[in-house]
Structures are given as structure tokens and as C-alpha cells.
């Protein structure tokens, strides 16, 4: 079972290397929101179609960081994150230059 990112905190690690384990564990836990995302939808067609995902998902971040309370859990916003981060991942890695409308020569000078 993977530990969720965030839920222990390490011990022997300096606070730099800890924070570079929590990137770590983000990073897994985004790609793998990815993968999950990509068994129920298939990919993204435009990068408009992209953006809109990303706003729905930035605006569900929103709202789950809006309605915190002190001492509330964080949950909710760890999972909207994780959710907000796997579809900019999707972006990157599934928008070709020709999709974007940008030549290789462009995406080369970008």
C-alpha cells in the first residue's frame, strides 16, 4: 500500500531532504491520479480542452482551501492538488506541437 504523500514524517532526513521526499511522494501521487484519470477519460484532445479540466479541478482546490478552518485537516486540499497536478502532467505530456498549434521550430525557440 503507498503511503499517501505527506501522511508521516521521515526520520534522519535534514529539513531540505524532507522536503524533497514529500516532492517525491507529490510527484508519485500525481502520477499516478494520471494514470487513474486515463483508465476512465481518454486524453486530452486541445490544450483548451486542457485548460478547462485544470480550471474545474483548480476551482475545486479553491473552494476545498476556502472552506478550511484552523486545525481543520488538509485532506481535502492535498487531494484537490494531487488532482489540479496530474492534469497539468496530462498536459504536458499528452498536447503535441501540432495540437497546440505550434511548429517544432516554435516549441523549440519557446
Known amino acids: 500500500m503507498m503511503i499517501h504523500p505527506f501522511e508521516e514524517q521521515p526520520k534522519g532526513y535534514t529539513e531540505s531532504g524532507i522536503r524533497e521526499l514529500h516532492a517525491e511522494r507529490a510527484a508519485e501521487a500525481m502520477r499516478i491520479e494520471y494514470c487513474l484519470a486515463r483508465h476512465i477519460h481518454k486524453p486530452f484532445n486541445s490544450a483548451h480542452e486542457a485548460l ?18 484552523p486545525g481543520d485537516s ?4 492535498k487531494k484537490e492538488a494531487i488532482q489540479v497536478g496530474a492534469m497539468v502532467v496530462a498536459l504536458l505530456s499528452e ?10 521550430n516554435e516549441e523549440q525557440d519557446a
Open 52 to 69: 478547462a479540466v485544470i480550471w474545474e479541478e483548480f476551482e475545486e482546490l479553491k473552494a476545498a482551501i476556502f472552506a478550511l478552518h
Open 74 to 77: 488538509l485532506k481535502a486540499v
Open 95 to 104: 498536447i503535441s506541437p501540432t495540437m497546440a498549434g505550434i511548429s517544432d
